[in-house]
Nanobody, 116 residues
Framework: QVQLVQSGGGLVQAGGSLRLSCAASGRTFSMYTMGWFRQAPGKEREFVAVISRSGGSTDYEDSVKGRFTISRDNAKNTVYLQMNSLKPEDTAAYYC?????????WGQGTQVTVSS
């Protein structure tokens, strides 16, 4: 069992930056592929970014490429999402995800609101 505790988020003006963090419990963090998803009101949860277990490989949803950066620190059991040049359409609840084989765990979610 892995528990994911998110922090960061909040209200920011368009063009601003925020950093989300997701800290995992346990000693197997480096075995998990980590990702970030988001869900806007009335919409389905969508993929934002993913990072491999070693951190050597990343992928992003097209609309955030060049603006968001996912990273991880396996020594601290933490994954990050640095969000720059934020847009109002980035407003959503953001969730971190940990996946290892069939095991999938979600963070509690954190709200990001970007004002125009």
């Amino acid at each position: 069992q892995v528990q994911l505790v998110q922090s960061g988020g909040g209200l920011v003006q368009a063009g601003g930056s925020l950093r989300l963090s997701c800290a995992a419990s346990g000693r197997t963090f480096s075995m998990y592929t980590m990702g970030w998803f988001r869900q806007a009101p009335g919409k389905e949860r969508e993929f934002v970014a993913v990072i491999s277990r070693s951190g050597g490989s990343t992928d992003y949803e097209d609309s955030v490429k060049g603006r968001f950066t996912i990273s991880r620190d396996n020594a601290k059991n933490t994954v990050y999402l640095q969000m720059n040049s934020l847009k109002p359409e980035d407003t959503a609840a953001y969730y971190c995800l940990a996946r290892w084989g069939t095991r999938t765990y979600w963070g509690q979610g954190t709200q990001v609101t970007v004002s125009s």
